[in-house]
C-alpha cells in the first residue's frame, strides 16, 4: 500500500508558473512509475506527465516545453515544474504510482487555476 499527498496547487495568471509536490509514504519501493494528471471540468481525466524509476519522462503535446516532471533519488516526491501557464490547464491535478503489477495509487488531488 501506498499513501500519496499533493501540494503545491493554487491560482495564477496566465504566464506564471506553479510546482505541484506529491510525497508517498509506504510501499514506494513497489512502484516503478509515477505520474501526474489532470482533470478539467467537464472533461476527462488525463495524463500530464509520468516518469519511470529509471528516470524516463513523457508528456502531453499540450504541456511539452512548458512542463517538467521529476523525481528525488528516495523515490518518494514526485514534483511537477509548470510554466508559462494558460486557462487550458486549470483542473485538479492527480498525482498516480504505479507498481510493476499494474496497481495503481492515487493522491486525493490539488486544484489548479489559471486565470486570462
Known amino acids: 500500500q501506498m499513501q500519496l499527498a499533493e501540494s503545491g496547487g493554487g491560482w495564477v495568471q496566465a504566464g506564471g508558473s506553479l510546482r505541484l509536490s506529491c510525497e508517498a509514504s509506504?510501499?514506494?519501493?513497489?512502484?516503478?512509475?509515477a505520474g501526474w494528471y489532470r482533470e478539467a471540468p467537464a472533461k476527462q481525466r488525463e495524463l500530464v506527465a509520468g516518469?519511470?524509476?529509471?528516470?524516463?519522462?513523457t508528456y502531453a503535446d499540450s504541456v511539452e516545453g512548458r512542463f517538467t516532471i521529476s523525481r528525488d533519488n528516495a523515490w518518494n516526491t514526485v514534483s511537477l515544474e509548470m510554466n508559462n501557464l494558460i486557462p487550458e490547464d486549470t483542473g485538479v491535478y492527480y498525482c498516480?504510482?504505479?507498481?510493476?503489477?499494474?496497481?495503481?495509487?492515487w493522491g486525493q488531488g490539488t486544484q489548479v487555476t489559471v486565470s486570462s
Open positions: 498516480a504510482y504505479y507498481t510493476q503489477s499494474g496497481s495503481g495509487f
Open positions: 509506504g510501499s514506494i519501493l513497489d512502484a516503478n512509475s
Open positions: 516518469i519511470t524509476k529509471g528516470g524516463g519522462t
